[in-house]
């Protein structure tokens, strides 16, 4: 039962146009979501989150969109530069617990000179 | 500031072995998490201690499987006996106070691990 999906195995963005990351999750229990990125031998590195009462976070070229009507955020990176090549993962906590967080399987990020 | 630090980084070994993995969270944190990272399951948290107690090790695999964390500064996670299908990377992670009031975890670099 995956309760957070990153439908996206890759993609492949130009440098200097904009990334979108997408992640679908099916529990409404869900309060607090992540964004971690991940370089080949290095470990998962936090980015950015929203809590369920925001619709918006931003901070510098990142931003992360969150529509809780049809459970899906995304991240935005604009522009894209070619350091921003990377795994990203979105993750999800449920209000009742304060350490427990479900993963998405990761998409993996390209970007083209 | 020093990060999580986890050794080994990388660590082959046959099968029936006995494999420990050490972890040293960051220096205030008093959540510990260890996770694993394969291709069929993506990240798993195995066990998450606070202020040294394991509160949730359901995540362990089964009895091969087993953490202590016996002060503040040092973790262990230890496979006994190690199996071919416990290859996989392992990383422990830290934070404040686990995930209250938009806390985020730092994860170390990761102890891959190949079971042959």
């Known amino acids: 039962d995956q309760q957070v999906k990153q439908n996206s195995p890759s993609l492949s963005v130009q440098e200097g146009r904009i990334s979108i990351l997408n992640c679908d999750y099916t529990?409404?229990?869900?309060?607090?979501f992540l964004w971690y990125k991940k370089y080949p031998a290095e470990g998962p590195t936090f980015l950015i989150s929203i809590s369920s009462i925001k619709d918006k976070n931003e901070d510098g070229r990142f931003t992360v969109f969150l529509n809780k009507s049809a459970k899906h955020l995304s991240l935005h990176i604009v522009p894209s530069q070619p350091g921003d090549s990377a795994v990203y993962f979105c993750a999800a906590r449920t209000g009742d617990s304060n350490y427990q967080l479900i993963w998405g399987a990761g998409t993996k990020l390209i970007i083209k000179p | 500031d020093a990060g999580v630090i986890q050794s080994p980084r990388h660590e082959v070994t046959e099968m029936g072995q006995e494999v420990t993995l050490r972890c040293k969270p960051i220096?205030?944190?008093?959540?510990l998490f260890w996770y694993r990272q394969t291709m069929m399951r993506g990240l798993e948290l195995l066990i998450y201690f606070n202020n040294n107690v394991p509160i949730d090790d359901s995540g362990m695999p089964e009895d091969r499987f087993s953490a202590k964390m016996p002060n503040a500064s040092f973790s262990t996670l230890k496979i006994q006996p190690s199996e071919p299908r416990d290859s996989a990377v392992y990383f422990c992670?830290?934070?404040?106070?686990?995930?209250?009031?938009?806390?985020?975890?730092?994860f170390g670099e990761g102890s891959w691990l190949t079971v042959v």
């Open positions: 220096s205030g944190h008093n959540s």
């Open positions: 992670a830290s934070s404040l106070s686990g995930l209250i009031s938009g806390n985020t975890i730092y």
């Open positions: 529990n409404s229990m869900f309060d607090y």
